[in-house]
């Protein structure tokens, strides 16, 4: 009985596995004993022996990673950047075909690849081809970068950037770590296991500086989506936290003359920070740096009298850092009147020229009455009399 082996698809039996991460097709091409397949052009014949190829989905850095397998058979290959029928990939006897030797001329790029496995069997020269399948392949690491450190103005904080541009020349960045003090380092796995990741748009990477980076060195990785990795680092020297201290000012009535100024509440909620002020008669359109000889809390009772503006300044030691300022206008007063004199005047009843009848007046007339600062408030001025006695 004559032994008839299955041909699938005209030429080949092919059968195609799939993960969720890798490519697997196995080709397996059995001979006849009526006839044999021949490639268009060639004219060697299709064998009787297995080519599977497993490439992953994803990009990968390491043709190690690649399994394709066959029966001591001599491997050959075409590349073709897009999808194409499977007429137009030719033979392995095509002058564009390469071999493949495990892959060690291969070069990095991504689109369709096609094997084909071929050997002598019995002296005659036979060959199995695998279908064409999608392979990634990115063994570059991204391009080199530096790192600069830039206050952020509205934030009142120091942030790491990339100083130019990142790129990479393939599979793309996919993700930015960094860590502080960096020490064997030498692996992706220890760059996960030790980092942390950075904020990454795409285009440019953000790290905001934080106290334990202070005096450390600080090491940037960018990733790629193959695994490849290049870094960079610096050393953060000045890190500093830079917000302005809280200023707390109530109790100043502009449009209320006072006498003390035990209503006027200044101080600070944040630790260590220091009040300072400055007057002026005007309000000043710019009042200079801080005057830091005068401290708020020994120089209260110190303050001019006067309708007049005082600026304050909440301010820590270090000079570094951002201080916050408010400016109020004071009508303060606690000096008294000037000293004055009276004199008075009696003037009996009398029946004038119109014969109405006049009580007795008694008039009292009050002289160099001044007040130097707020001035005399004319709706404010009593007098007491006694008579006989009597007080009113």
Known sequence: MRIVKRILAGFLAASVLFSSNMICFTAVAEETNDTNITMPGSNVTEGDFDLTVDIPKQWSNDIKEWTITTDDADLFYKLSVDPINEDEWGSYTDDDIKEWNDGADFDESEGYIKFWAVKQINGEEKFVTSEAVPYKYDKTSPDSF??????????????????????????????????????????????????????????????????????????????????????????????????????????????????????WNVGSDSYGANIYYKISDTDLEKWGDCPKEDDWKYSKEKIPEGHKFIHFWAAYDDTDREYSEKTFEYKFDATAPNSFSIKYDYKGSYIDETNDWNEPKFIVYGSEIFDGVSGINQDRIYFKVKQNGNEW
């Open 146 to 263: 530096e790192i600069k450190k830039v206050k952020v103005e509205e934030k009142n904080e120091f942030v790491l950037k990339n100083k130019d541009p990142i790129s990479d020349n393939l599979s793309g960045i996919e993700e930015v770590w960094y860590i502080i003090n960096s020490e064997n380092v030498s692996t992706l796995d220890d760059i996960y296991s030790l980092g942390k990741t950075a904020e990454f748009d795409g285009e440019s990477f953000e790290i905001s500086c934080t106290k334990e980076m202070n005096d450390c060195n600080v090491t940037v990785y960018l990733i790629d989506k193959a695994g490849n990795y290049a870094s960079s680092s610096i050393n953060v020297d000045t890190y500093k936290d830079l917000s302005a201290p809280h200023l707390n000012v109530s109790g100043i009535d502009s449009a209320q003359w006072v006498n003390n100024l035990d209503g």
